[in-house]
Protein backbone atom coordinates (compact mmCIF):
# COMPACT_ATOMS: atom_id res chain seq x y z
CA UNK A 1 0.00 0.00 0.00
CA UNK A 2 1.10 3.45 -1.02
CA UNK A 3 1.81 5.36 2.31
CA UNK A 4 1.23 8.61 0.70
CA UNK A 5 -2.28 6.94 0.18
CA UNK A 6 -2.90 5.38 3.53
CA UNK A 7 -2.14 9.14 5.41
CA UNK A 8 -4.72 10.85 2.62
CA UNK A 9 -7.22 8.01 4.05
CA UNK A 10 -6.17 8.93 7.37
CA UNK A 11 -6.68 12.55 7.07
CA UNK A 12 -9.85 12.20 4.99
CA UNK A 13 -13.07 13.31 6.27
CA UNK A 14 -17.07 12.39 4.92
CA UNK A 15 -17.08 13.72 1.14
CA UNK A 16 -20.82 15.97 0.98
CA UNK A 17 -23.30 14.03 1.43
CA UNK A 18 -22.22 11.56 3.57
CA UNK A 19 -24.07 11.14 6.90
CA UNK A 20 -22.19 9.79 9.83
CA UNK A 21 -25.01 9.91 12.06
CA UNK A 22 -28.62 8.01 11.76
CA UNK A 23 -31.38 6.87 13.59
CA UNK A 24 -32.11 3.43 14.57
CA UNK A 25 -34.64 2.80 12.71
CA UNK A 26 -33.24 3.73 9.58
CA UNK A 27 -30.25 1.60 10.59
CA UNK A 28 -32.75 -1.13 11.01
CA UNK A 29 -34.28 -0.89 7.80
CA UNK A 30 -30.85 -0.82 6.20
CA UNK A 31 -29.95 -3.68 7.17
CA UNK A 32 -33.16 -5.61 7.37
CA UNK A 33 -32.41 -7.48 4.04
CA UNK A 34 -29.22 -8.44 4.75
CA UNK A 35 -28.90 -12.33 4.01
CA UNK A 36 -26.34 -15.04 5.78
CA UNK A 37 -24.51 -17.60 3.63
CA UNK A 38 -23.22 -21.18 4.26
CA UNK A 39 -19.84 -20.58 3.03
CA UNK A 40 -19.63 -17.35 6.13
CA UNK A 41 -22.96 -16.51 7.16
CA UNK A 42 -22.44 -13.08 7.56
CA UNK A 43 -24.11 -9.72 7.78
CA UNK A 44 -23.96 -6.53 6.44
CA UNK A 45 -22.85 -4.05 7.58
CA UNK A 46 -25.16 -0.66 9.65
CA UNK A 47 -24.98 2.48 8.52
CA UNK A 48 -23.35 5.21 11.17
CA UNK A 49 -25.69 5.19 14.13
CA UNK A 50 -25.88 8.20 16.59
CA UNK A 51 -22.98 9.59 18.30
CA UNK A 52 -22.23 8.92 21.84
CA UNK A 53 -21.66 11.27 24.54
CA UNK A 54 -18.47 12.03 24.91
CA UNK A 55 -17.19 11.36 20.94
CA UNK A 56 -15.54 8.14 21.74
CA UNK A 57 -13.94 8.53 24.95
CA UNK A 58 -14.35 5.82 27.68
CA UNK A 59 -16.67 6.27 30.38
CA UNK A 60 -15.15 6.85 33.73
CA UNK A 61 -14.15 3.59 35.46
CA UNK A 62 -15.87 2.49 38.20
CA UNK A 63 -13.66 -0.34 39.36
CA UNK A 64 -15.36 -2.43 37.31
CA UNK A 65 -15.51 -6.21 38.34
CA UNK A 66 -17.57 -7.63 34.93
CA UNK A 67 -16.91 -7.60 31.24
CA UNK A 68 -19.65 -8.65 28.82
CA UNK A 69 -18.60 -9.87 25.65
CA UNK A 70 -20.48 -10.03 22.59
CA UNK A 71 -19.46 -12.77 19.58
CA UNK A 72 -21.11 -14.84 16.74
CA UNK A 73 -21.72 -18.45 17.41
CA UNK A 74 -18.85 -19.55 14.49
CA UNK A 75 -18.32 -22.04 12.48
CA UNK A 76 -16.08 -23.94 14.30
CA UNK A 77 -17.44 -24.79 18.04
CA UNK A 78 -14.18 -25.65 19.19
CA UNK A 79 -13.18 -22.02 18.83
CA UNK A 80 -15.81 -20.84 20.78
CA UNK A 81 -15.21 -22.94 23.54
CA UNK A 82 -11.42 -22.13 23.61
CA UNK A 83 -12.14 -18.69 23.76
CA UNK A 84 -14.82 -19.20 26.51
CA UNK A 85 -12.30 -21.26 28.61
CA UNK A 86 -9.30 -18.12 27.94
CA UNK A 87 -12.24 -15.81 29.12
CA UNK A 88 -12.89 -17.46 31.95
CA UNK A 89 -8.50 -17.95 32.87
CA UNK A 90 -8.02 -13.60 31.87
CA UNK A 91 -10.87 -13.34 34.46
CA UNK A 92 -9.95 -15.14 37.10
CA UNK A 93 -6.14 -13.77 36.83
CA UNK A 94 -7.65 -10.47 37.15
CA UNK A 95 -10.17 -10.89 39.18
CA UNK A 96 -12.67 -9.73 37.02
CA UNK A 97 -15.50 -11.62 35.73
CA UNK A 98 -15.73 -12.19 31.68
CA UNK A 99 -19.38 -13.50 30.42
CA UNK A 100 -18.91 -14.57 26.31
CA UNK A 101 -22.42 -14.51 25.27
CA UNK A 102 -22.61 -15.87 21.59
CA UNK A 103 -25.80 -14.94 18.69
CA UNK A 104 -26.82 -15.47 15.39
CA UNK A 105 -24.31 -13.36 13.40
CA UNK A 106 -27.39 -11.65 11.79
CA UNK A 107 -28.43 -10.60 15.06
CA UNK A 108 -25.34 -8.74 16.13
CA UNK A 109 -26.22 -5.43 13.74
CA UNK A 110 -29.53 -5.00 15.63
CA UNK A 111 -27.74 -5.32 18.95
CA UNK A 112 -24.88 -2.88 18.63
CA UNK A 113 -27.99 -0.24 17.08
CA UNK A 114 -29.71 -1.23 20.00
CA UNK A 115 -26.39 -1.32 22.61
CA UNK A 116 -25.94 2.69 20.68
CA UNK A 117 -29.21 3.76 21.04
CA UNK A 118 -29.73 2.88 24.71
CA UNK A 119 -25.97 3.90 25.86
CA UNK A 120 -25.38 0.57 27.53
CA UNK A 121 -25.22 -3.39 26.76
CA UNK A 122 -21.83 -5.40 25.88
CA UNK A 123 -18.56 -3.75 26.77
CA UNK A 124 -16.92 -5.34 23.53
CA UNK A 125 -19.11 -6.09 20.65
CA UNK A 126 -17.25 -7.71 17.46
CA UNK A 127 -17.24 -5.86 14.73
CA UNK A 128 -17.48 -6.57 10.72
CA UNK A 129 -15.61 -4.64 7.84
CA UNK A 130 -15.90 -0.98 8.51
CA UNK A 131 -17.85 -0.49 11.36
CA UNK A 132 -15.57 0.50 13.02
CA UNK A 133 -15.61 3.73 10.87
CA UNK A 134 -19.39 3.93 11.41
CA UNK A 135 -19.13 3.43 15.12
CA UNK A 136 -16.41 6.16 15.00
CA UNK A 137 -17.75 8.12 17.65
CA UNK A 138 -19.44 5.26 20.01
CA UNK A 139 -15.90 3.31 20.10
CA UNK A 140 -12.82 4.08 22.45
CA UNK A 141 -9.14 4.93 21.35
CA UNK A 142 -7.13 1.40 20.83
CA UNK A 143 -4.01 2.95 19.40
CA UNK A 144 -1.72 2.41 22.12
CA UNK A 145 -2.60 -1.28 22.05
CA UNK A 146 -3.18 -2.01 18.46
CA UNK A 147 0.46 -0.36 18.18
CA UNK A 148 1.78 -2.64 20.52
CA UNK A 149 0.89 -5.57 18.71
CA UNK A 150 1.59 -4.53 15.64
CA UNK A 151 5.26 -3.88 16.92
CA UNK A 152 5.54 -7.20 18.83
CA UNK A 153 4.25 -9.73 16.00
CA UNK A 154 4.92 -8.22 12.81
CA UNK A 155 1.93 -5.79 11.83
CA UNK A 156 -1.53 -6.28 11.07
CA UNK A 157 -2.32 -6.42 7.01
CA UNK A 158 -3.10 -3.37 4.93
CA UNK A 159 -6.74 -4.07 4.40
CA UNK A 160 -7.18 -5.09 8.20
CA UNK A 161 -5.38 -1.46 9.07
CA UNK A 162 -8.03 0.28 6.55
CA UNK A 163 -11.12 -1.01 8.60
CA UNK A 164 -9.47 -0.30 12.47
CA UNK A 165 -7.69 3.10 11.68
CA UNK A 166 -10.24 5.32 11.24
CA UNK A 167 -9.26 8.77 10.56
CA UNK A 168 -5.38 7.95 12.64
CA UNK A 169 -7.31 6.89 15.48
CA UNK A 170 -7.89 2.27 15.81
CA UNK A 171 -11.02 2.23 16.75
CA UNK A 172 -11.02 -1.92 17.03
CA UNK A 173 -8.30 -4.55 17.60
CA UNK A 174 -8.55 -6.57 14.44
CA UNK A 175 -9.41 -10.28 15.23
CA UNK A 176 -9.59 -12.30 12.31
CA UNK A 177 -9.79 -13.31 8.54
CA UNK A 178 -12.52 -15.92 7.33
CA UNK A 179 -11.16 -15.78 4.08
CA UNK A 180 -12.40 -17.01 0.63
CA UNK A 181 -10.48 -18.93 -2.10
CA UNK A 182 -12.10 -21.52 -4.88
CA UNK A 183 -12.93 -25.01 -4.06
CA UNK A 184 -12.51 -26.72 -7.12
CA UNK A 185 -13.00 -30.74 -8.40
CA UNK A 186 -9.44 -32.28 -9.25
CA UNK A 187 -11.45 -35.06 -10.89
CA UNK A 188 -13.35 -33.08 -13.03
CA UNK A 189 -10.66 -30.78 -14.27
CA UNK A 190 -8.65 -34.15 -15.07
CA UNK A 191 -11.18 -35.43 -16.96
CA UNK A 192 -12.03 -32.48 -18.99
CA UNK A 193 -9.05 -30.84 -19.40
CA UNK A 194 -6.17 -33.48 -18.51
CA UNK A 195 -4.49 -31.84 -16.07
CA UNK A 196 -5.49 -30.40 -12.38
CA UNK A 197 -3.86 -27.01 -12.59
CA UNK A 198 -6.11 -23.70 -11.33
CA UNK A 199 -6.23 -21.18 -13.48
CA UNK A 200 -3.72 -17.94 -12.91
CA UNK A 201 -5.72 -15.09 -15.09
CA UNK A 202 -9.09 -13.96 -15.50
CA UNK A 203 -8.71 -14.87 -19.40
CA UNK A 204 -7.43 -18.28 -18.22
CA UNK A 205 -10.49 -18.63 -15.87
CA UNK A 206 -13.07 -17.80 -18.93
CA UNK A 207 -11.10 -20.47 -20.92
CA UNK A 208 -11.16 -23.11 -18.01
CA UNK A 209 -15.31 -22.78 -17.65
CA UNK A 210 -15.94 -22.92 -21.43
CA UNK A 211 -13.21 -25.92 -21.89
CA UNK A 212 -14.52 -27.72 -19.01
CA UNK A 213 -18.48 -27.17 -20.03
CA UNK A 214 -17.22 -28.39 -23.59
CA UNK A 215 -16.02 -31.52 -22.59
CA UNK A 216 -19.27 -32.53 -20.90
CA UNK A 217 -18.30 -31.31 -17.65
CA UNK A 218 -19.92 -28.78 -15.39
CA UNK A 219 -18.91 -25.34 -15.43
CA UNK A 220 -18.15 -22.55 -12.73
CA UNK A 221 -21.20 -21.59 -10.42
CA UNK A 222 -20.84 -17.74 -9.09
CA UNK A 223 -23.77 -16.12 -7.38
CA UNK A 224 -24.91 -13.26 -8.26
CA UNK A 225 -28.19 -12.75 -5.93
CA UNK A 226 -28.73 -10.18 -3.41
CA UNK A 227 -26.55 -12.36 -0.76
CA UNK A 228 -24.03 -10.86 1.93
CA UNK A 229 -21.34 -13.40 1.28
CA UNK A 230 -20.09 -14.73 -1.94
CA UNK A 231 -21.51 -12.23 -4.88
CA UNK A 232 -19.38 -9.47 -3.67
CA UNK A 233 -16.38 -11.42 -2.67
CA UNK A 234 -16.18 -12.39 -6.68
CA UNK A 235 -17.53 -9.33 -8.23
CA UNK A 236 -15.63 -6.54 -6.31
CA UNK A 237 -12.27 -8.47 -7.25
CA UNK A 238 -13.27 -8.63 -10.77
CA UNK A 239 -13.95 -5.26 -11.27
CA UNK A 240 -10.55 -4.21 -9.25
CA UNK A 241 -8.53 -6.79 -11.46
CA UNK A 242 -9.33 -5.02 -14.45
CA UNK A 243 -8.90 -1.44 -13.53
CA UNK A 244 -12.40 0.00 -12.01
CA UNK A 245 -13.20 1.89 -9.38
CA UNK A 246 -16.65 3.24 -7.63
CA UNK A 247 -14.23 6.35 -6.58
CA UNK A 248 -11.34 7.94 -6.60
CA UNK A 249 -8.79 7.72 -3.04
CA UNK A 250 -10.41 10.42 -1.31
CA UNK A 251 -13.93 9.64 -2.68
CA UNK A 252 -14.84 12.90 -3.80
CA UNK A 253 -15.25 11.40 -7.54
CA UNK A 254 -17.27 8.55 -9.23
CA UNK A 255 -14.94 6.78 -11.55
CA UNK A 256 -17.01 3.48 -12.17
CA UNK A 257 -17.99 4.88 -15.60
CA UNK A 258 -14.84 3.63 -16.83
CA UNK A 259 -13.13 1.51 -20.16
CA UNK A 260 -11.89 -0.39 -17.52
CA UNK A 261 -15.08 -1.05 -15.52
CA UNK A 262 -16.72 -1.56 -18.98
CA UNK A 263 -13.67 -4.15 -19.95
CA UNK A 264 -14.81 -6.01 -16.67
CA UNK A 265 -18.38 -6.52 -17.32
CA UNK A 266 -17.43 -7.38 -20.86
CA UNK A 267 -15.39 -10.15 -19.71
CA UNK A 268 -18.27 -11.69 -17.31
CA UNK A 269 -20.39 -11.90 -19.60
CA UNK A 270 -18.38 -14.02 -21.78
CA UNK A 271 -17.43 -15.99 -18.51
CA UNK A 272 -21.11 -16.13 -18.12
CA UNK A 273 -22.17 -17.43 -21.51
CA UNK A 274 -19.16 -19.53 -21.84
CA UNK A 275 -18.06 -20.82 -18.47
CA UNK A 276 -21.28 -20.77 -16.28
CA UNK A 277 -23.85 -23.64 -15.11
CA UNK A 278 -27.46 -22.20 -15.71
CA UNK A 279 -29.12 -20.66 -12.80
CA UNK A 280 -26.32 -18.62 -10.90
CA UNK A 281 -28.12 -15.09 -11.80
CA UNK A 282 -30.75 -16.12 -8.40
CA UNK A 283 -28.15 -18.13 -6.62
CA UNK A 284 -27.51 -17.12 -3.07
CA UNK A 285 -24.43 -17.77 -0.54
CA UNK A 286 -26.17 -21.30 0.36
CA UNK A 287 -26.96 -22.18 -3.49
CA UNK A 288 -23.23 -22.86 -4.34
CA UNK A 289 -22.37 -25.10 -1.58
CA UNK A 290 -25.46 -27.12 -2.92
CA UNK A 291 -24.34 -27.28 -6.00
CA UNK A 292 -20.96 -28.03 -5.10
CA UNK A 293 -21.62 -30.68 -2.64
CA UNK A 294 -24.07 -32.47 -5.47
CA UNK A 295 -21.24 -32.22 -8.20
CA UNK A 296 -23.25 -29.77 -9.78
CA UNK A 297 -20.33 -26.94 -10.21
CA UNK A 298 -16.46 -27.80 -10.56
CA UNK A 299 -15.66 -24.86 -8.75
CA UNK A 300 -17.05 -21.88 -6.62
CA UNK A 301 -16.11 -19.49 -4.48
CA UNK A 302 -16.12 -19.84 -0.58
CA UNK A 303 -15.00 -19.92 2.73
CA UNK A 304 -13.37 -23.17 3.66
CA UNK A 305 -16.83 -24.87 4.80
CA UNK A 306 -17.32 -26.17 1.37
CA UNK A 307 -14.05 -28.35 2.27
CA UNK A 308 -14.92 -28.90 6.23
CA UNK A 309 -18.21 -30.26 5.56
CA UNK A 310 -17.08 -32.46 2.61
CA UNK A 311 -14.23 -33.81 4.94
CA UNK A 312 -17.10 -34.70 7.46
CA UNK A 313 -19.92 -35.26 5.36
CA UNK A 314 -18.68 -36.41 1.90
CA UNK A 315 -15.48 -37.83 1.97
CA UNK A 316 -15.07 -38.91 -1.57
CA UNK A 317 -15.19 -35.23 -2.34
CA UNK A 318 -13.31 -34.24 -0.37
CA UNK A 319 -10.79 -36.19 -1.47
CA UNK A 320 -10.99 -34.74 -5.05
CA UNK A 321 -11.48 -31.05 -3.94
CA UNK A 322 -8.79 -28.91 -4.03
CA UNK A 323 -8.62 -24.93 -3.73
CA UNK A 324 -7.21 -21.75 -5.92
CA UNK A 325 -6.11 -18.64 -5.49
CA UNK A 326 -8.21 -15.13 -6.60
CA UNK A 327 -7.51 -14.49 -10.13
CA UNK A 328 -4.99 -11.81 -11.69
CA UNK A 329 -6.38 -9.41 -14.17
CA UNK A 330 -5.20 -7.07 -16.17
CA UNK A 331 -5.03 -4.44 -13.40
CA UNK A 332 -3.75 -7.10 -10.74
CA UNK A 333 -4.77 -9.78 -8.42
CA UNK A 334 -6.83 -8.52 -5.75
CA UNK A 335 -9.58 -9.97 -3.36
CA UNK A 336 -12.14 -9.07 -0.78
CA UNK A 337 -11.13 -11.22 2.46
CA UNK A 338 -13.93 -11.58 5.16
CA UNK A 339 -12.82 -10.58 8.76
CA UNK A 340 -13.52 -9.29 12.27
CA UNK A 341 -12.16 -7.66 14.55
CA UNK A 342 -13.31 -6.13 18.49
CA UNK A 343 -14.24 -2.66 19.65
CA UNK A 344 -14.48 -1.33 23.33
CA UNK A 345 -17.80 0.51 23.44
CA UNK A 346 -17.46 4.18 25.26
CA UNK A 347 -20.73 4.04 27.09
CA UNK A 348 -18.67 0.66 28.80
CA UNK A 349 -17.25 1.53 32.51
CA UNK A 350 -15.27 -0.93 31.85
CA UNK A 351 -13.01 0.02 28.89
CA UNK A 352 -10.08 -0.35 30.45
CA UNK A 353 -9.40 -4.17 31.48
CA UNK A 354 -11.66 -4.74 27.76
CA UNK A 355 -8.82 -3.06 25.83
CA UNK A 356 -6.67 -5.24 27.92
CA UNK A 357 -8.43 -8.27 27.57
CA UNK A 358 -9.02 -8.26 23.94
CA UNK A 359 -4.86 -7.17 23.50
CA UNK A 360 -4.72 -10.51 25.85
CA UNK A 361 -6.66 -12.39 23.58
CA UNK A 362 -4.38 -11.56 20.62
CA UNK A 363 -1.17 -12.88 22.75
CA UNK A 364 0.41 -15.86 20.89
CA UNK A 365 -0.11 -18.11 24.07
CA UNK A 366 -4.10 -17.57 23.67
CA UNK A 367 -4.11 -15.88 19.89
CA UNK A 368 -2.15 -19.45 18.21
CA UNK A 369 -3.98 -21.71 20.17
CA UNK A 370 -6.98 -20.15 18.97
CA UNK A 371 -6.36 -20.37 15.08
CA UNK A 372 -5.16 -24.22 15.56
CA UNK A 373 -8.60 -24.58 17.34
CA UNK A 374 -10.18 -23.76 13.68
CA UNK A 375 -8.09 -26.08 11.76
CA UNK A 376 -7.43 -23.36 9.00
CA UNK A 377 -10.93 -21.57 9.15
CA UNK A 378 -9.64 -18.63 10.07
CA UNK A 379 -6.38 -16.75 9.07
CA UNK A 380 -4.57 -14.84 11.64
CA UNK A 381 -4.66 -10.87 10.89
CA UNK A 382 -0.82 -10.07 12.11
CA UNK A 383 2.24 -11.30 10.02
CA UNK A 384 3.20 -13.75 13.04
CA UNK A 385 0.98 -16.24 11.92
CA UNK A 386 2.07 -16.60 8.60
CA UNK A 387 3.85 -19.90 9.50
CA UNK A 388 1.58 -21.03 11.83
CA UNK A 389 1.73 -24.93 12.58
CA UNK A 390 -2.24 -25.03 11.36
CA UNK A 391 -1.12 -24.35 8.51
CA UNK A 392 1.27 -27.65 8.13
CA UNK A 393 -1.57 -30.18 8.76
CA UNK A 394 -3.64 -29.89 5.64
CA UNK A 395 -1.82 -28.57 2.46
CA UNK A 396 -5.36 -28.65 0.58
CA UNK A 397 -6.19 -25.43 2.79
CA UNK A 398 -3.29 -23.42 2.25
CA UNK A 399 -4.79 -21.08 -0.38
CA UNK A 400 -6.93 -19.45 2.01
CA UNK A 401 -3.84 -18.72 4.16
CA UNK A 402 -1.98 -17.57 0.59
CA UNK A 403 -5.07 -15.51 -0.04
CA UNK A 404 -4.32 -13.13 3.22
CA UNK A 405 -0.53 -12.83 3.35
CA UNK A 406 -0.47 -12.66 -0.29
CA UNK A 407 -1.09 -8.93 0.56
CA UNK A 408 -4.06 -9.11 -1.96
CA UNK A 409 -7.24 -7.99 0.07
CA UNK A 410 -9.14 -5.04 -0.46
CA UNK A 411 -12.53 -3.31 0.68
CA UNK A 412 -15.56 -1.95 -0.85
CA UNK A 413 -14.90 1.51 -1.43
CA UNK A 414 -11.09 1.11 -2.37
CA UNK A 415 -9.03 3.36 -2.99
CA UNK A 416 -11.26 5.30 -0.96
CA UNK A 417 -12.00 4.95 2.75
CA UNK A 418 -14.24 2.30 3.85
CA UNK A 419 -17.13 5.02 4.83
CA UNK A 420 -20.32 4.96 5.26
CA UNK A 421 -20.86 5.41 1.53
CA UNK A 422 -18.96 2.69 0.61
CA UNK A 423 -21.00 0.11 2.63
CA UNK A 424 -24.19 1.38 0.97
CA UNK A 425 -22.75 0.85 -2.33
CA UNK A 426 -22.09 -2.87 -0.67
CA UNK A 427 -25.39 -3.30 1.11
CA UNK A 428 -27.58 -2.42 -2.27
CA UNK A 429 -25.68 -4.80 -4.53
CA UNK A 430 -24.36 -2.12 -7.08
CA UNK A 431 -21.28 -3.96 -7.49
CA UNK A 432 -22.91 -7.37 -8.11
CA UNK A 433 -25.76 -5.77 -10.10
CA UNK A 434 -23.12 -4.23 -12.55
CA UNK A 435 -22.06 -7.31 -13.70
CA UNK A 436 -25.74 -8.95 -13.27
CA UNK A 437 -27.65 -6.44 -15.68
CA UNK A 438 -25.22 -7.03 -18.59
CA UNK A 439 -25.02 -10.89 -18.03
CA UNK A 440 -29.29 -11.03 -18.08
CA UNK A 441 -29.02 -9.24 -21.15
CA UNK A 442 -30.66 -5.92 -19.42
CA UNK A 443 -28.33 -3.70 -20.19
CA UNK A 444 -25.37 -3.92 -22.53
CA UNK A 445 -21.38 -2.92 -20.95
CA UNK A 446 -21.74 0.34 -21.56
CA UNK A 447 -25.03 1.18 -19.94
CA UNK A 448 -24.57 -1.67 -17.23
CA UNK A 449 -21.34 0.88 -16.25
CA UNK A 450 -23.38 4.10 -16.50
CA UNK A 451 -26.35 2.93 -14.65
CA UNK A 452 -23.87 1.79 -11.44
CA UNK A 453 -22.54 5.02 -11.52
CA UNK A 454 -25.22 6.49 -11.49
CA UNK A 455 -26.23 4.32 -8.42
CA UNK A 456 -22.91 5.00 -6.79
CA UNK A 457 -23.20 8.84 -7.28
CA UNK A 458 -26.50 8.62 -5.08
CA UNK A 459 -25.27 6.90 -2.47
CA UNK A 460 -22.08 8.88 -2.03
CA UNK A 461 -24.04 12.15 -2.11
CA UNK A 462 -22.26 13.09 -5.62
Excluded at 6 to 18: L, S, Y
Excluded at 71 to 88: R, V, Y
Excluded at 336 to 365: R, T
Aim: proline letters at 7%; charged letters at 20%.
Amino acid sequence: MDPNAQNRRQKHEAPRGERRRVSRRRFLKLTAGASVGLALAACAPPPAPSASPGGGEAQPAQEAKSIHMLQWSSFIAAMDELLIQQASQWGADNGVEVTVERIAVNDIPARLASAVQAQSGPDIIQMWDNWAWLYEDNLVDVSAEASALESEQGGFYDDMKAYCNVNGTWRAIPYAFVPNAFPYRTDYFQEGLGHTNWPDTTEEFIETGAALMDAGQPGFGIAFGHSFGDPPSFWYPWLWSHGGHEVNEDATEVTLNSPETVAAVESAVRLFNEGFVPGTLSWDDSSNNRAYLAGQVSSTINGASIYFVAKRDFPDIAEVTNHGLHLAGPAGRYSYQFNWSNGVMAYSNAAEPAKEFISWLMQPEQYGPWLEAGEGYDVGVLHAYDDHPVWQKDPKILAYRDAVIQGTGRWPGWPGPPIASAARVRNDYIIVDLFAKACSGEFTPEQAAEWAAGQVARRYGL
